[in-house]
């Protein structure tokens, strides 16, 4: 149907905002109150209170004195609802044991499903359980009287009876409080070693939501490992069984919220029944009845805790709108059903969640429409508007979120959940129709999952092909400031489409930016860099080294802890197929990531040592080398391999090490590569018993390298003759940001920089390239923020600031961004981000010893150390900006900048010539000393 000119357009008006205020403002202020005491909230809910009566009483009723009453009484409503949340959350009874890390016996109600979280090197699994504490005792005194309390605390548990606790089941445990990080109601964290005692049943829906999830899981069990993984996340929101890397390529291409409970899935549910009820021709009481009975089984189903209750209101009232053809009616809708959810639970306030289900929800009522409208005015046919529409409008409100938590913008997730969205919906049904009839009809589940799998395999090659496209995320900063930059970007836009002028600029504006960066961003990222003869990266607490062998191929040695970095290191480095994977030793620091090397690569063959400890590491490699059909080979000493011009040579170890230390670190792989003249050893592992035996065998000319990778993460066990004999001119550290080892040593960082070895670590300098020109070797290094673990260990989270105050980190942030606002604005002087803030009456390099004698003193740091952090937080507020930019050198052409220092934005490189890396610019590259004359 095409639209004439005489038709009436339809209502663009804008909706009642009263409602819309108060919710904001009620979602506001309880963000605000989680961050302060009791007292606080209270005394700015009174002054919202005695402002409103004021306003409602001078202003009127009616206009947008309606509106500033209703954001007054929205300030009330949030900051009494928080308050004796709050109070509860700060009392003495779990406060000060939590201040104290006292070791209690405790009475808790399981709140949600254990989650576990990602298992650290060399440590046993840990599960996160999200619990209400309801009677805490002293466990040095048996004798002392339980003490009744209601308050929210995390409990890490070590055992693994706790992956088995179901929501509602009550329990007994013992374990070491400590305070929370602050910013929700969570009162304490408990870490309990030893299992739960069972103190009853979980409730009998729960059990049952219990069994249905545990039936699909199985029924999905037979099917291939991506698929079959993703369909409990499609249907129940179950992603215990995800694989870690395509949850890393939803992230890449927005499909994330796929596998999350969601008001889609809610709609899409309430949604099949309704259109079942119809062509059955029910009676509308009927079909409402069947509605409401489905919404409270798919709730009950998902887990009724209130992030599913919210999903489910929020898809409730996403299906009225849409069934009504009113979306101006759903917006007050909407904004009493998030002020009921506030006041109700403010911890949701805090939740991100809860801020992509509204934002999301408020896409599709005052976007979808107005975008879906203005395409069937230029004659787009309906489907096809509203295909376009609505995943657009629901992208654009919920970028912002999605930006500030993980740091990049995606350019395909408009085009990634228009072609995804066919398959959502019949993955769905079957996956719950599936769940639905597990406990009595396991075949016809296993049936069901089986016609899921088909459109699950879609969404996993979308998500797969998506986030392998150039240029597919773009890097965006992180946190708040990077949220309401992306915020003020896109409110900018949306009011400049309302005018015809402003419209185009923009487009034209989007058009460049895209058509420019997304190029230069492929082309000449500088990344990997021309001329590489090692890569190290920057996986956390762990080593995965990459040697370039021709165009797509590399040789790694090691994996790292996590797949999902693996993968990631190896595609950004664009390595397509792996001649050869060298494992040094089974540690899960250097084997965690195997599944991620081999994920979408040919893998020719494994060199692994003889000696197979830990077991769980070897089982790691082998499973996953049988998966492939690649051979797991023996590396004995001595032994050499060539592939491409890359020689290698395996130096150690010499023979079986035995009541060492620790015998794998010591029965590490030891291998030298040679390219163009350059040695490269690599050392995995190996501590002072190995070295010593190098050094006993082999003469110092075998053991000399330009590149050294210093074994163990730069630890303290290093025999000081086997450096020397090595004499590095560069030394890579591949350690993780703030790891409980204390890795690397000082010591052993001071000792080799005295000896004129460029020393550079992925904890702070990101990935690491060693490349080659002329006869010159330089480091090129990318900084990047170290991936964050699932949850903090158990008992090393910190209390908030006394008097609800942010933490210096966040003061500087804000600092940062004002100043670049006010300096951009002004136009008298330039400013940025990267990395040249000083404070003004701070020495350089001060913030750095300060943090370094921070992490190293502990509770020991003296009373100067204490009063020069108090002082430099305090000067965290007082920035100062260049006054100018550097002049950039172009891509490529590192080695011909002469200049004391030269940088740009991404796909610029910088250089600086002096031998200690300047804290100013990223990337850098470095000048050293030329490879030795072999001849």
């Known amino acids: 149907m095409q639209i004439a000119s005489g038709d009436r357009l339809p209502d663009l008006r804008l909706p009642d905002l009263r409602l819309v205020a108060l919710a904001l403002a009620t979602w506001l202020s309880a963000l605000a109150a989680l961050h302060f005491h009791a007292p606080a909230a209270v005394a700015l809910a009174g002054t919202a209170s005695l402002a409103a009566a004021v306003a409602w009483r001078w202003l009127g009723r009616t206009g947008w004195a309606?509106?500033?009453?209703?954001?007054?009484?929205?300030?009330?409503?949030?900051?009494?609802?928080?308050?004796?949340?709050?109070?509860?959350?700060?009392?003495?009874?779990?406060?000060?044991?939590?201040?104290?890390?006292?070791?209690?016996?405790?009475?808790?109600?399981?709140?949600?499903?254990?989650?576990?979280?990602?298992?650290?090197?060399?440590?046993?699994?840990?599960?996160?359980?999200?619990?209400?504490?309801?009677?805490?005792?002293?466990?040095?005194?048996?004798?002392?009287?339980?003490?009744?309390?209601?308050?929210?605390?995390?409990?890490?548990?070590?055992?693994?009876?706790?992956?088995?606790?179901?929501?509602?089941?009550?329990?007994?445990?013992?374990?070491?409080?400590?305070?929370p990080d602050g910013g929700d109601l969570t009162a304490a964290v408990l870490s309990?070693?030893?299992?739960?005692?069972?103190?009853?049943?979980?409730?009998?829906?729960?059990?049952?939501?219990?069994?249905?999830?545990?039936?699909?899981?199985?029924?999905?069990?037979?099917?291939?490992?991506?698929?079959?993984?993703?369909?409990?996340?499609?249907?129940?929101?179950?992603?215990?069984?995800?694989?870690?890397?395509?949850?890393?390529?939803?992230?890449?291409?927005?499909?994330?919220?796929?596998?999350?409970?969601?008001?889609?899935?809610?709609?899409?549910?309430?949604?099949?029944?309704?259109?079942?009820?119809?062509?059955?021709?029910?009676?509308?009481?009927?079909?409402?009845?069947?509605?409401?009975?489905?919404?409270?089984?798919?709730?009950?189903?998902?887990?009724a805790d209130p992030s599913v209750l919210r999903a489910g209101a929020m898809g409730a009232i996403a299906l009225m709108a849409l069934a009504s053809g009113r979306p101006r009616a759903a917006m007050p809708a909407l904004g009493a059903t998030v002020t009921g959810l506030v006041v109700l639970?403010?911890?949701?306030?805090?939740?991100?969640?809860?801020?992509?289900?509204?934002?999301?929800?408020?896409?599709?009522?005052?976007?979808?429409?107005?975008?879906?409208?203005?395409?069937?005015?230029?004659?787009?046919?309906?489907?096809?508007?509203?295909?376009?529409?609505?995943?657009?409008?629901?992208?654009?409100?919920?970028?912002?979120?999605?930006?500030?938590?993980?740091?990049?913008?995606?350019?395909?997730?408009?085009?990634?959940?228009?072609?995804?969205?066919?398959?959502?919906?019949?993955?769905?049904?079957?996956?719950?129709?599936?769940?639905?009839?597990?406990?009595?009809?396991?075949?016809?589940?296993?049936?069901?999952a089986w016609l899921a799998s088909w459109p699950a395999w879609w969404l996993v090659l979308v998500a797969r092909y998506g986030a392998r496209v150039p240029g597919a995320a773009l890097p965006w900063p992180a946190g708040l400031a990077g949220a309401l930059l992306l915020t003020a970007l896109t409110l900018a836009a949306l009011v400049a489409f309302r005018h015809r002028r402003l419209r185009v600029l923009v487009v034209v504006v989007t058009v460049a930016v895209v058509a420019g960066a997304v190029p230069v961003r492929m082309v000449a990222g500088g990344w990997p860099p021309v001329g590489m003869l090692v890569a190290a990266c920057a996986v956390g607490q762990g080593d995965l080294l990459v040697l370039p062998v021709g165009a797509g191929q590399a040789v790694v040695v090691d994996t790292g802890p996590d797949p999902v970095e693996a993968d990631r290191c190896l595609r950004d480095l664009r390595v397509r197929s792996v001649p050869l994977l060298v494992i040094s030793h089974f540690h899960a620091d250097h084997v965690g990531g195997v599944e991620g090397v081999f994920q979408d690569r040919r893998v020719a063959a494994v060199l692994a040592p003889d000696w197979p400890e830990p077991a769980a590491g070897h089982d790691q490699v082998t499973r996953a080398a049988s998966a492939s059909r690649t051979p797991v080979l023996a590396a004995p000493a001595g032994s050499a391999y060539r592939v491409g011009e890359l020689a290698l040579t395996v130096l150690g170890p010499p023979h079986r090490f035995s009541g060492t230390r620790s015998d794998p670190n010591n029965n590490s792989l030891v291998v030298r590569a040679e390219r163009d003249g350059v040695r490269i050893l690599l050392t995995g592992d190996a501590e002072q018993e190995l070295q010593r035996a190098l050094l006993d065998r082999l003469d110092s000319g075998q053991l000399r390298a330009e590149v050294l990778k210093i074994a163990h993460h730069g630890s303290a066990y290093q025999e000081p003759a086997f450096l020397a004999a090595v004499d590095p001119a560069v030394a890579l550290v591949p350690v993780g940001a703030g790891n409980r080892h204390g890795h690397p040593d000082p010591a052993l960082l001071d000792r080799l920089e005295r000896g004129g070895t460029r020393v550079l670590r992925t904890d702070t300098h990101g990935d690491l390239a060693v490349v080659r020109h002329d006869d010159a070797l330089a480091v090129v290094t990318r900084?990047?923020?170290?991936?964050?673990?699932?949850?903090?260990?158990?008992?090393?989270?910190?209390?908030?600031?006394?008097?609800?105050?942010?933490?210096?980190?966040?003061?500087?942030?804000?600092?940062?961004?004002?100043?670049?606002?006010?300096?951009?604005?002004?136009?008298r002087r330039s400013c940025w981000p990267c990395g040249r803030w000083r404070a003004r009456s701070r020495p350089p390099g001060r913030a750095q010893r300060t943090s370094e004698g921070r992490q190293q003193g502990g509770a020991q740091r003296?009373?100067?150390?204490?009063?020069?952090?108090?002082?430099?937080?305090?000067?965290?507020?007082?920035?100062?900006?260049?006054?100018?930019?550097?002049?950039?050198?172009?891509?490529?052409?590192?080695?011909?900048?002469?200049?004391?220092?030269?940088?740009?934005?991404?796909?610029?490189?910088?250089?600086?010539?002096?031998?200690?890396?300047?804290?100013?610019?990223?990337?850098?590259?470095?000048?050293?000393?030329?490879?030795?004359?072999?001849?």
């Open 66 to 179: 309606a509106v500033l009453v209703a954001i007054l009484l929205g300030v009330a409503c949030g900051g009494l609802a928080t308050a004796p949340r709050v109070a509860a959350r700060d009392a003495d009874p779990v406060a000060q044991p939590a201040h104290d890390r006292a070791r209690v016996t405790v009475e808790l109600t399981v709140r949600r499903d254990p989650r576990q979280l990602s298992q650290d090197a060399g440590r046993p699994p840990t599960w996160l359980v999200p619990a209400w504490l309801h009677r805490i005792a002293a466990a040095s005194d048996p004798a002392a009287r339980a003490v009744r309390v209601r308050a929210r605390v995390l409990v890490f548990g070590g055992d693994p009876q706790w992956q088995g606790l179901l929501p509602g089941q009550r329990v007994r445990a013992t374990g070491r409080l400590g305070p």
């Open 192 to 303: 309990a070693a030893d299992p739960p005692e069972l103190l009853g049943q979980p409730p009998w829906v729960q059990r049952a939501a219990g069994s249905l999830r545990a039936g699909l899981q199985a029924a999905s069990a037979p099917l291939p490992d991506q698929p079959g993984g993703l369909l409990p996340g499609l249907a129940v929101g179950d992603v215990s069984v995800l694989d870690p890397s395509l949850s890393s390529d939803f992230d890449r291409t927005g499909l994330s919220h796929l596998v999350a409970v969601s008001g889609a899935n809610v709609a899409i549910v309430v949604g099949c029944v309704a259109l079942l009820a119809g062509a059955a021709r029910a009676p509308r009481s009927l079909t409402v009845c069947l509605c409401a009975a489905a919404l409270a089984g798919f709730v009950v189903l998902c887990r």
């Open 345 to 448: 639970d403010p911890q949701l306030a805090g939740d991100p969640g809860m801020a992509m289900s509204v934002l999301a929800t408020g896409g599709l009522l005052l976007l979808a429409p107005r975008w879906r409208d203005a395409l069937r005015r230029r004659r787009v046919p309906r489907g096809a508007a509203e295909a376009v529409a609505i995943p657009a409008a629901a992208q654009v409100a919920v970028a912002p979120v999605i930006a500030g938590l993980s740091g990049q913008v995606s350019l395909v997730a408009v085009a990634a959940n228009l072609v995804a969205t066919p398959a959502v919906a019949p993955a769905t049904v079957l996956g719950v129709l599936a769940a639905v009839i597990s406990p009595v009809w396991r075949p016809g589940a296993e049936l069901l």
């Open 783 to 827: 900084p990047r923020r170290q991936p964050r673990p699932a949850g903090p260990p158990a008992g090393t989270q910190r209390s908030p600031p006394a008097g609800g105050a942010s933490p210096p980190a966040a003061r500087a942030t804000i600092a940062r961004w004002l100043w670049i606002g006010w300096c951009w604005s002004s136009g």
């Open 862 to 935: 003296s009373r100067a150390v204490r009063r020069s952090e108090r002082r430099a937080q305090r000067l965290t507020r007082r920035w100062r900006c260049a006054t100018s930019r550097p002049p950039r050198c172009r891509a490529g052409r590192w080695p011909s900048c002469s200049a004391r220092r030269c940088s740009g934005g991404p796909g610029w490189w910088s250089c600086d010539a002096a031998r200690t890396p300047a804290r100013t610019w990223s990337p850098r590259c470095w000048p050293t000393r030329p490879p030795r004359n072999r001849t």
